[in-house]
C-alpha cells in the first residue's frame, strides 16, 4: 500500500511522531512518503495563538499536493489554544485527489486535549470538505516542553496498526 503522512510541526513534536508513523508503516511493508507543511515564515507565539483562534489560514510555499495516488494518508499537526495549527488548514485546501482516500488524524499538544477533542473534529471538518474519507482511529500525543513524550493515547505503533486493520 501507498501511505502518505501530511503534517506541520514548528518545534519538531508533531515530526517526531510523524517519523514514527511512518516507521511504524514501513515495519508493516507500505511505501511511505512524508510532506511537511512550510510556513512562508514561522510564526511567532502570539500570531500563532491569534491566527489558531480565528482558524485564520497563513501562507505556505508547499506546491499543490495530489493525493490521488495514496491508499491511506495520515495528517497531523500541534495543537495552539485548543485549535489545530491552521497551517494544516491552508495544506489540507491545498491538497487535491483526495477522492475518498483514507485519511486518519493525529495531534501533539501539551496535555490539553483528549479522546473526543474538538481540535481534532476540526481537522476531520477540513478533510471531509475535500472529500476525505476519514477513519475513526485518532492519536493524540501529550508533550512536555523539552519535546519529550509524556503521554500516547493509544501507543504510535497500535495508532498505525489499528488504522490499516481498519481498512
Ligand atoms: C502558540 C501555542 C499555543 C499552544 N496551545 C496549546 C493548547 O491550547 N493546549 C495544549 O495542550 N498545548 C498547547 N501548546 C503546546 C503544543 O501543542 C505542543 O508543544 C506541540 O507538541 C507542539 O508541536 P510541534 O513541536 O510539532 O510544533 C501550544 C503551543 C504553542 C506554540
Redesign the pocket.
Known amino acids: 500500500m501507498k501511505i502518505g503522512i501530511l503534517?506541520?510541526?514548528?518545534?519538531?513534536?508533531?515530526?517526531?511522531?510523524g517519523e514514527r508513523i511512518k516507521k511504524q508503516s514501513e515495519k508493516k511493508n507500505h511505501a511511505v512518503d512524508i510532506v511537511e507543511v512550510n510556513p512562508e515564515s514561522e510564526?511567532g507565539?502570539?500570531k500563532?495563538?491569534f491566527s489558531?483562534i480565528r482558524q485564520k489560514q497563513l501562507p505556505i510555499t508547499n506546491d499543490t499536493f495530489d493525493v490521488s495516488s495514496y491508499d491511506l494518508i495520515f495528517v497531523g499537526?500541534?495543537?495552539?489554544?485548543?485549535?489545530p495549527?491552521p497551517l494544516i488548514k491552508s495544506m489540507i485546501q491545498k491538497t487535491t485527489g483526495f477522492d475518498n482516500t483514507k485519511a486518519s488524524v493525529f495531534?501533539?499538544?501539551?496535555?490539553?486535549?483528549k479522546p473526543g477533542s474538538n481540535a481534532v473534529d476540526l481537522i476531520k471538518y477540513y478533510l471531509q470538505n475535500q472529500q476525505a474519507n476519514i477513519l475513526d482511529e485518532t492519536l493524540i500525543?501529550?508533550?512536555n516542553?523539552k519535546?519529550k513524550i509524556r503521554k500516547e493515547i493509544p501507543s504510535v505503533e497500535d495508532f498505525v496498526n489499528n488504522t490499516l486493520e481498519s481498512l
Open positions: 503534517f506541520y510541526s514548528k518545534s519538531g513534536n508533531t515530526k517526531q511522531i510564526p507565539f502570539f500563532a495563538s489558531a499537526c500541534p495543537i495552539w489554544v485548543g485549535k495549527a495531534i501533539t499538544c501539551g496535555g490539553g486535549e500525543v501529550h508533550m516542553r519535546g
